[in-house]
């Protein structure tokens, strides 16, 4: 089943401790991205990744970093987090968005909480 | 830059009521345009989409009509059930030089028994 994998579901972490959300996907895509979704601001993207070893910030990459080593990897990682980065985060990817009418694939979502 | 305008919510429907969801954008060159479905508690999924002028993109009832005259893709469905409760996003891409998905804020839908 074609599908965008990401995990952990549901993390509670404190200020400043390390994390990692793991993105896989199975349908041997290009271009991944990563977007954070919170109340009356929509979705907004934080990088993206043309392909293995090419990533580029998006709307909000403060405080975010991303890794591309292989094609089906797309981690985000907060080196710091804080609490505004409590969010619900998405992971997607799509076989070229250069091409405008390709359907993006999403995850099924990531709720962090920093306290 | 691009961007989409959707209708605030939430919207709260009796079942079996007309939806209609409006959509209007900005972008350069000619973009394609989707509608996507958040569930509760699940990722967005593709609900349709329209790749050029006058295209009707549908779906489970659904229906948008790409409006370029009027820079619109309002979303709409004759009939809405209590499984069509969700968040409802309007999207873009333009493609080339300029892709990148834009969404819109998306509207929550509430459809009552």
């Known amino acids: 089943e074609a599908q965008v994998t990401q995990n952990p579901r549901y993390l509670i972490t404190v200020t400043g401790k390390k994390l990692t959300v793991t993105c896989s996907q199975n349908?041997?895509?290009?271009?991944m991205s990563w977007y954070r979704q919170d109340p009356g601001l929509g979705l907004r993207q934080i990088y993206y990744s043309m392909n293995v070893e090419v990533t580029d910030k998006g709307d909000v990459p403060e405080g975010y970093k991303v890794s591309r080593k292989e094609k089906r990897n797309f981690p985000l990682i907060l080196e710091s987090p804080s609490p505004n980065q409590t969010s619900l985060y998405f992971c997607?990817?799509?076989?070229?968005?250069?091409?405008?009418?390709?359907?993006?694939?999403f995850g099924q979502g990531t709720r962090l909480t920093v306290v | 830059g691009n961007s989409v305008t959707q209708m605030e919510g939430p919207v709260t429907l009796s079942e079996e009521a007309f939806l209609t969801i409006n959509c209007t954008y900005t972008a350069t060159g000619y973009p394609s345009l989707f509608w996507y479905v958040q569930y509760p508690g699940e990722g967005l999924q593709l609900l349709l989409k329209?790749?050029?002028?006058?295209d009707k993109g549908s779906n489970k009832g659904f229906e948008a009509t790409y409006r370029k005259e009027t820079t619109s893709f309002h979303l709409e469905k004759g009939s809405v059930q209590v499984s069509d409760s969700a968040v409802y996003l309007c999207?873009?891409?333009?493609?080339?030089?300029?892709?990148?998905?834009?969404f819109g804020k998306g509207t929550l839908l509430t459809v009552n028994p």
């Open positions: 349908m041997n895509h290009e271009y």
């Open positions: 329209a790749t050029k002028a006058d």
């Open positions: 999207a873009l891409n333009s493609g080339g030089s300029n892709y990148k998905l834009t």
């Open positions: 997607a990817s799509s076989f070229s968005l250069v091409v405008s009418n390709t359907e993006a694939f």
